[in-house]
């Protein structure tokens, strides 16, 4: 599918080079010359992508971004940066550019990224259209590849009656995808009844499911419909079905054989229209295995079986599940809504989230309560893990970093610290701290920025 790219840029040998670099590519390009006439085409063309310089003539690059997010915030913004600044990469990324190019750069990094945007418009249509569905697939947050592609099957297989079996760590989002399977069904106006297997003692499990009548055990002093019965014509979710009984598993399999069953102490034999779909964050294969759970009752619920990847395994959705955390809670304490800083999104893309995406939300639950400013730094990442702090000591705090931020935290403070004795060593001269440093001058000015690190402060200072 062919895409229209804007691409303002002054610099004509850049724009020939951006030309000859896409003559192969599916990319439908328009050039303009300055910011007036990135603005004019705007106004007058529907594109699908829009690349930037950030110096432009007349309208700035960080002006023709704010335009494109404020009238078509679908459309990717590439920035073209002669800087190489991460910080100023970082701040067009919060500005809301998709991705940004530094000066001088290749036509494989190019088409490279503009693939990339071209992929990432292909699947926020999709997205769209899968949300468009029904309720339950908007509840669904993720511009994950492989998540894009469960969604867009799950309409098919919301409109049959097989079984459903979905596969996943606690967190993943199992019963989202459980509604959005009964939303999309013909039962959709019908009842949605939802049990944990896990949470119900194996004594009360079964009368849960089934129902009792008066008398049945001691405490059963009046008749009990049970959930089976209450979601007539409906859905019936059976959260960690890997945790019933034998017991409970054989009047189950008998349930989805025959459609019928027995309450607890009854020998009347009832009748109910009603789908299950199972969700599980054990293998179940293993289970029947080793005798568990009943082989019988395995392939008469597993006809449809689905994997939800853990989010570790989905590391761009953890900004996208962030933001949107983070506008809900801010929102719902009356607060503005905070910015993540770069070194708070570095520190959440090396966690492994052990939790999922409901770890996340209380995470950013947290850091909405204890940040007092408008962006998010990596102290109020460490306090709001204090549950893990806590309890563990110094080494709860490593475990629940976990290796990868723990090392983005420890090479940030040697940065921070290397930087500052350089600078006072050279008396805040900066070529002369980029030689003691041994690194380039160029390479050395990004690190103080990256670390807001002033050099006019060590100015007359030695040691």
Known sequence: ????????????????????????????????????????????????????????????????????????????????????????????????????????????????????????????IEVNRLRSLGPGLGRIISADPGMVRLQSRLPSIAKTEASVVLYGESGTGKELFARAVHELSRRAEQRFVSVSCAALPETLIESELFGHTRGAFTDAHLDRTGLIEEAEGGTLFLDEVGELPITVQAKLLRFLQEREFKPVGSNEIKHANVRIVAATNRNLEQEVAMARFREDLFYRLNVVPIRLPPLRERPGDIPLLANH???????????????????????????????????????????????????????????????????????????????????????????????????????????????????????????????????????????
């Open 325 to 463: 955390y983070l506008g809900r809670f801010a929102k719902e304490f009356e607060r503005e809504v905070p910015t993540l800083s770069a070194e708070v999104l570095a520190l959440m893309a090396a966690y492994s989230w052990p939790g999922n995406v409901r770890e996340l939300m209380n995470r950013v639950q947290r850091m909405v309560v204890m940040c007092d400013e408008r962006v998010v730094r990596p102290e109020v990442w460490y306090r709001s893990g204090f549950d893990a702090v806590a309890q563990s000591g110094e080494d709860g705090i490593l475990a629940e970093r976990g290796f990868a931020a723990e090392k983005v935290r420890v090479v940030a403070r040697f940065e921070s610290r290397f930087l500052t004795e350089c600078l006072r060593h050279a008396a805040g001269n900066v070529a002369a701290a980029a030689r003691i440093a041994k690194i380039d001058r160029k390479n050395f000015w990004t690190l103080m920025k990256r670390h807001r690190i002033d050099p006019a402060l060590f100015k007359g200072q030695t040691s």
């Open 1 to 124: 599918m062919s895409h229209r790219v804007l691409v303002a840029e002054d610099d004509a040998t850049t724009r020939y080079l951006i030309e000859e670099y896409c003559r192969a590519e599916p990319f439908e390009l328009t050039f303009a010359a300055d910011g007036v006439e990135a603005m004019r085409l705007l106004k007058e063309v529907v594109f699908d992508i829009v690349v930037t310089d950030v110096r432009l003539p007349g309208v700035s690059g960080d002006a023709v971004l704010t335009f494109v997010r404020e009238t078509r915030p679908e459309v990717p913004v590439i920035v073209i940066t002669g800087f190489g600044s991460i910080d100023g990469a970082v701040r067009f990324l919060q500005g809301g550019a998709f991705d940004y190019i530094a000066k001088p750069f290749t036509g494989q990094v190019f088409t490279h990224r503009l693939s990339l945007a071209s992929r990432h418009l292909d699947l926020r």
